[in-house]
């Protein structure tokens, strides 16, 4: 007789998609796994009229499945970890992140709009659009949330000229052709832990078999990234941003800090010994909210 493992997840199918990823790389590295995938709505896919901000923040694409793993009906969850708050409750804690998929954001174009002609971007996150209103300053903003399909669809039917989703989601859906701009992450700084999957369970437990998920270097990244919307306010509703590169022994961060009050933003990098990934993640955290006060 197989050990089942139950892996709680999404309903949408670029959720059930990482799931399956994960699922995978279990039971080709330990036979002796069979995994079962149990999908459940969360209140963030069922809320899709507001933003998050104006819901409850990130912790609503997570509550439902932090429910089952507390009362012992999955054993993991598999998330999008730039859909986690940073705060995670101790009794059910990240054990691996994944491979990293590409990081980067990509604007798609309603089909006979001409790129230089939009004038309306559909995007219900803070983060992209304050950057992309450098990017494209003539333009205005639609609010526009739900599943990468819905996306396209609502694109489609011209609710909007352009939309913006993350490369990895659509690279695991084999839906990479339909960006149309990628942007470079010196662009368009990504979510922190963007293109990385989180699997997270209960605590006190064995879970060695996740060895076959755990990639170090993804692991760095993540917790660089984490420290530095940490230090910033949790990330709950500011517009934090924060893509790391490890380069050899070296982490490389990139950060974006947000003024409340201003309604403006600056960015800046830091680099140091990978060993030292979160605290210079919370001194560039330091470093960009001194700057801002000292230029204003």
């Known amino acids: 007789m197989k050990r089942i493992v139950r892996i709680g ?36 896919d069922k809320i899709l009229d507001r933003s ?34 940073v705060e995670n409750p101790v009794q059910l804690p990240i054990l691996a992140f994944s491979r990293r998929e590409d990081p980067r954001d990509a604007i798609l174009f309603r089909k006979g709009v001409k790129p230089e002609d939009i004038t309306v971007i559909g995007t219900s996150s803070h983060r992209r659009r304050i950057q992309l209103e450098r990017l494209y300053p003539k333009c205005a903003f639609t609010g526009m949330r739900g599943n990468v399909q819905t996306r396209v669809r609502k694109l489609e039917e011209g ?27 010196d662009e368009l700084i990504p979510a922190a832990g963007q293109g990385i999957l989180a699997v997270q369970g209960r605590a006190g437990e064995d879970y060695s078999y996740l060895d076959c998920v755990m990639d170090e270097k993804a692991k760095v ?65 330091a470093e960009l909210k001194a700057r801002f006060r000292e230029r204003g």
């Open 159 to 185: 609710q909007c000229d352009a939309t913006i989703l993350a490369m990895a989601g659509l690279k695991r859906l084999g839906m990479e052709s339909v960006a149309g701009r990628i942007l470079a992450t």
């Open 9 to 44: 997840s999404r309903e949408s199918r670029l959720a059930v998609r990482q799931a399956e990823y994960v699922a995978q790389l279990i039971e080709h590295t330990h036979p002796e796994i069979q995994v079962q995938i149990i999908t459940m709505k969360t209140t963030g």
């Open 52 to 85: 998050l901000d104006q819901i409850g923040g990130k912790g609503l694409f997570v509550k439902e499945l932090d429910l089952a793993l507390l009362e012992n009906r999955t054993d993991l969850s598999v998330h999008s970890l730039k859909d986690m708050p």
């Open 221 to 285: 990244a993540a917790l660089s990234e984490r420290a530095f919307v940490r230090m910033l306010g949790g990330g709950c509703s500011a517009p934090t941003a924060a893509y790391a590169q490890i380069e050899g022994e070296e982490v490389i961060l990139n950060g974006l800090y947000y003024d409340e009050e201003a309604k403006d933003y600056i960015t800046g990098k830091k680099r140091g010994p990978v060993e030292e990934a979160e605290n210079i993640a919370r001194t560039l955290a």
